[in-house]
């Protein structure tokens, strides 16, 4: 009996012992496993607490071409970061999409146009689209195809024009200014190549999409390019045979805009946005950037 004691108890001392170190390395897994959650939760905190603080950013949604416009608009978005907002650009390659896309509420704004177009596309298009803020001009230049010099052109040369009314006016406007046309008198800013009055040299002029006037320069022997599509071709409008004078009705009247939806023109985020491309900040990046191609109207 005693011996039978005895075994019983070192049986029990054994079993006890092991469950001991049994436990002993168990507690080590449970403390990596507790560690990593501790550190997952403070992670998962870090991730919450910045979600949170750029959620404290509103979204000013913009539509732009991408030179100037969408560089210009990169240059602020630190600060309008600084008053609260988020710059989101959306680009398009063309002048009729931004438009659509803000008046059906997809976006806040846009960057691309001057007011003449704007005027233009709203009687066409039935759209209510209004100017918040003129923020830069860019001068319309002439620029060699095949001839290099206007007063070399040869007779019948074919000239180059932006398609759409309010340009092809602007550009028409130019040509005559340098003599290579005449216009009817009176007609401004809404002359077409049909109020060509005298074409001495019969000039033809062609009529092309803005955005591919700098491809057809191989086709044509000069062409009159908006200040936008010269710059993303790489044109320098300090090589162009002719530019607007800077004091020209056209240098007023051409400044880009900022546009948006009508009733909209001083909320909250037009604000905002008016105040950071109107800044000095974006004075001196145009200055420092576009070597006279872009020019501020503020």
Do not use: W
């Given at each position: ?115 003449p177009y704007l005027d233009q596309f709203n009687a066409e298009k039935g759209t209510d689209l209004v100017s918040a803020a003129a923020v830069h001009y860019e001068p319309f230049g002439i620029y060699a195809g095949k001839s290099d010099s206007l007063e070399n052109l040869a007779d019948g040369a074919q000239i ?114 008016v105040k950071a491309l109107t800044s000095e900040t974006v004075k001196t990046f145009m200055e420092d950037t576009y070597d006279g191609a872009v020019v501020p109207s503020f």
């Amino acid at each position: 009996m005693k011996k039978s004691l005895y075994v019983l108890t070192a049986a029990l001392l054994a079993a006890g012992a092991l469950t001991a170190c049994s436990g002993g390395n168990a507690a080590a897994p449970t403390t990596a496993a507790q560690t990593e959650a501790e550190t997952s939760a403070e992670a998962s905190s870090t991730e919450e607490t910045t979600a949170e603080a750029a959620g404290e950013l509103q979204d000013i949604i913009i539509g732009a071409t991408p030179a100037p416009h969408a560089e210009i608009l990169n240059a602020v978005k630190d600060v309008l970061k600084e008053e609260g907002y988020n710059l989101v650009i959306k680009e398009y390659t063309d002048y009729v999409q931004p438009n659509l896309a803000l008046e059906s509420g997809d976006l806040d704004a846009n960057y691309f146009q001057h007011k003449p177009y704007l005027d233009q596309f709203n009687a066409e298009k039935g759209t209510d689209l209004v100017s918040a803020a003129a923020v830069h001009y860019e001068p319309f230049g002439i620029y060699a195809g095949k001839s290099d010099s206007l007063e070399n052109l040869a007779d019948g040369a074919q000239i180059a024009v932006p398609n759409d009314v309010s340009n092809e006016a602007r550009a028409l406007l130019l040509l005559a200014d340098n003599g290579l046309i005449e216009l009817k008198e009176g007609v401004g800013l809404e002359a077409t190549k049909n109020d060509i009055v005298k074409n001495d040299k019969n000039f033809k002029i062609v009529e092309v999409e803005a955005a591919q006037l700098p491809r057809s320069l191989g086709d044509v022997d000069i062409a009159v390019i908006n200040g936008n599509y010269a710059i993303e071709a790489g044109l320098k409008v300090s090589e162009a045979l002719s530019v607007e004078d800077s004091k020209s009705t056209a240098a007023t009247l051409y400044s880009n805009i900022v546009a948006v939806r009508a009733g909209e023109e001083s909320n909250e985020k037009t604000a905002a946005l008016v105040k950071a491309l109107t800044s000095e900040t974006v004075k001196t990046f145009m200055e420092d950037t576009y070597d006279g191609a872009v020019v501020p109207s503020f």
